[in-house]
């Protein structure tokens, strides 16, 4: 008799195992982050900006319209492997209430309304306001050039999150003389 209510614990402990395995594993899919989302299709750009050593100043890239129904919702943006600079900080803005900005000195740009990254929204197909702009504040630290090889995102889009390397890139160089 003892046989059996302790074959009963072993199955009825290696069934709890199992369930806790297979919860697990859901819940780490659900915050796995994939590749290959909606701001993954974008073209390779590279950016010379003239900033002096010390001086800061503002990348401004303009991220793909949303063509879908549903909202991209931003969480993180950070620059990979910057080197001859610092990043002092990434935030968004709207482009079409602030103008485009490319390359400028200063960070942030004067007369920009800025937002953190995290939360800010790509707006769906047929919003008032179709971009989300991405301001990168930037301060060469070297008297030789400065880069940033590309730029990770971090995003939401309906029920799937997605982690993508924009192949955007940026160089400081000297000003003219």
């Not at 073209?43 to 303009?62: H, N």
């Amino acid at each position: 008799m003892r046989v059996i209510r302790a074959d009963k614990r072993f199955w009825l402990g290696a069934g709890l195992v199992a369930a806790l395995v297979v919860v697990g594993a859901v819940a780490v899919n659900a915050t796995a982050y994939h590749a290959g989302g909606p701001l993954a299709q974008v073209d390779e750009i590279a950016v010379r900006f003239p900033l002096e050593v010390g001086q800061p100043g503002t990348w401004g890239m303009v991220l793909p319209p949303n063509d879908a129904a549903e909202p991209i919702v931003i969480e993180s943006v950070e620059a990979v492997d910057p080197t001859g600079l610092d990043v002092i900080g990434i935030t968004t803005n709207d482009p079409d209430r602030d103008g485009g900005i490319g390359a400028v000195e200063g960070y942030p740009p004067r007369g920009a309304h800025t937002s953190e990254v995290a939360g800010s929204v790509v707006p769906p197909v047929g919003s008032a306001a179709r971009h989300l702009q991405l301001l990168i504040g930037v301060m060469r630290t070297t008297a030789t050039e400065g880069s940033i090889a590309s730029l990770r995102i971090r995003y939401s889009f309906g029920d799937e999150r997605f982690e993508d390397v924009l192949p955007w890139a940026l160089r400081t160089i000297d000003p003219p003389s």
